[in-house]
């Protein structure tokens, strides 16, 4: 079953509807925020996005475009220590890269750092926070847990003169860092842990890539996001369920805030998971750092980057966050079903080359020569995609001698081995029909050349007498063969759960993930390939060419349809 056929049957005049867009209609019908539809997509520029982001920014994106609405990129920049511009510049390509453009230029919480700090003063004003001496250690002990009461700080009591001269001098450099913090007054013995008296600012005498040294303290997340929010003009908030704790805090800075337009509001749904997957920035980074890859792009991560690159089309991308919907519970989907929307939309675009990975030659013994004893050399015709008529043939040229896959020929063939053995007639993909007459091997037994007969009669790959053969191989002639390196990759990780059995996802890391194959055999066009292009290597499966490394092809999915076969055993 393919993903069309497990698609939603939706009429043409039918809309997608989900708890969002019921939601985002009624406000709509109800004139809530005037009927305006504003969203962002607020990523923290401390990492490259991973597929789990690529489900947010279809969101975020999607739904404003749907309901003629405006979204807004905007850098959550409020911890200098993990940030960097080339996060945010990779940011910035892969959205474009994923197919949204921002109306306006990418917006930053660093931009506005100023109203931050004001409205801080604002809420120690008004009681509302204060000033704590002590370090981060013992106030999360204080915070106490889930059935153990709170600890309130000593310094809670604090006059609103002292907290407004301390926040000050905070601010203007005097103490060193971890020496003091802001917190928000709420309530330590609340039942949502996120509201017992939360930071809001903290010491930190770092650069900052935006605003330099002009900050000695920054704000946390927490109070940042919200806020920026309201100043921008947000409407819908949209989240990953894992902020749903922070909700309440979401809504308990607004509601004590002088806002500058309508009030926004923050609504959580499910993040993207999938089998054999880790999107921990936590965990991706350290895969990085210890070079368990080969980096941040490395095909074998779930990055933007690193999907980019092994050569997963956009669309295909959009096309499976859109099939799967937006939902309020956690669930982990299967990398297979990801993997067939790719390979939907290679099988429709990608044109189609001959590449044999692991060659062994095979010699065509009544193969025509020329008076000099020179071989001939024949052009025939291929479709560079079957399911395109539109893209036309390419001529690719045959001789007596050729490039075959050494799994494609066995001297003593198992049950049901259809390819070429001693005796065996086979088609030569688009050329001729052959048949095997010998083999010769090396002094370890292992096949080196194969010899055949032509059936000259069968130009094309047809017989005109009819007979069938039951295999068609793919072939590259050795004397006008590319050499191209290919890279083979299978689940970086083992565990379809990774980290279930033992807590730590890098226990089920696959040591053997990638297999390079340095000296592969092409047909000549294959070195025409622009760089970033998919390819089908025949009967192989779908291949990019590296953007930045000449003649290196990554394998993005086979031909096989694995997400099938596990729909066809769970219909069992």
Request: net charge negative; proline share 7%; with cysteine.
């Amino acid at each position: 079953m393919s993903p069309a056929d497990d698609a939603p049957d939706r009429g043409p005049d039918t809309a997608p509807t989900d708890f969002l867009r019921e939601l985002i209609r009624s406000d709509m019908a109800d004139g809530t925020f005037g009927g305006r539809i504003q969203t962002r997509f607020p990523p923290e520029p401390n990492g490259y996005l991973h597929i789990g982001h690529a489900k947010a920014i279809c969101l975020d994106f999607g739904l404003a475009a749907e309901f003629g609405g405006t979204c807004n990129l905007r850098f959550d920049d409020t911890n200098p220590d993990t940030e960097d511009t080339e996060f945010v510049e990779a940011i910035v390509d892969d959205v474009a890269w994923l197919g949204f453009e921002p109306e306006r230029a990418p917006l930053y919480a660093s931009s506005y750092f100023d109203q931050l700090y004001a409205w801080a003063e604002h809420l120690v004003s008004a009681g509302l926070a204060y000033v704590d001496d002590q370090d981060g250690e013992t106030i999360s002990a204080q915070r106490g847990g889930f059935g153990r009461p709170g600890v309130e700080s000593p310094f809670r009591t604090r006059s609103i003169e002292e907290n407004l001269d301390l926040f000050r001098r905070m601010r203007a450099g005097e103490f060193p860092d971890g020496a003091r913090v802001l917190r928000a007054k709420i309530d330590m013995q609340h039942d949502n842990m996120q509201l017992r008296d939360p930071v809001m600012y903290r010491i930190r005498h770092a650069h900052h890539h935006r605003t330099g040294d002009d900050w000695c303290i920054y704000p946390t997340y927490d109070w940042a996001h919200g806020q920026s929010d309201a100043i921008e003009g947000v409407t819908h908030s949209l989240c990953t369920l894992e902020f749903d704790s922070h909700r309440p805090l979401y809504d308990w800075y607004l509601d004590h805030l002088p806002l500058p337009s309508d009030r926004p509001r923050q609504t959580e749904f499910a993040r993207l998971e999938f089998t054999y997957t880790v999107t921990s920035k936590r965990k991706l980074a350290k895969l990085v750092e210890d070079r368990l890859v080969d980096g941040w792009d490395d095909p074998r991560l779930p990055t933007l980057r690193g999907i980019r690159r092994r050569g997963y089309p956009a669309a295909a991308i959009r096309d499976f966050c859109e099939f799967i919907g937006v939902a309020r519970t956690v669930s982990r989907h299967e990398i297979e079903l990801l993997e067939s929307f790719v390979r939907r939309e290679l099988n429709a675009t990608a044109l189609r080359r001959m590449v044999v990975l692991r060659p062994v030659r095979l010699t065509i013994t009544n193969w025509p020569v020329d008076e000099h004893g020179a071989a001939a050399v024949e052009w025939v015709e291929v479709a560079n995609n079957p399911e395109n008529p539109d893209e036309g043939v390419r001529r690719v040229p045959f001789s007596g001698s050729l490039w075959i896959e050494s799994d494609d020929f066995r001297a003593e063939p198992p049950p049901k081995f259809f390819r070429l053995s001693p005796g065996r007639e086979v088609r030569l993909r688009g050329a001729y029909f052959v048949t095997c007459t010998g083999f010769e091997t090396d002094d370890a037994g292992n096949v080196t050349e194969v010899m055949c007969t032509y059936d000259p009669a069968t130009t094309g790959g047809n017989a005109p007498d009819g007979r069938k053969v039951k295999s068609t191989m793919h072939w590259v002639s050795v004397d006008h063969a590319v050499d191209v390196m290919v890279a083979l990759y299978e689940r970086l990780f083992a565990a379809e759960v990774p980290g279930e059995a033992t807590g730590d996802p890098l226990d089920d890391l696959n040591p053997t993930s990638r297999e390079v194959l340095e000296r592969c055999r092409a047909e000549p066009i294959v070195g025409e390939c622009p760089p970033g292009s998919v390819v089908q290597f025949e009967r192989l499966g779908y291949f990019a060419h590296d953007p930045s490394t000449a003649g290196l092809f990554h394998r993005t999915v086979g031909l096989r349809d694995e997400w099938a076969n596990i729909q066809r055993r769970s219909a069992r």
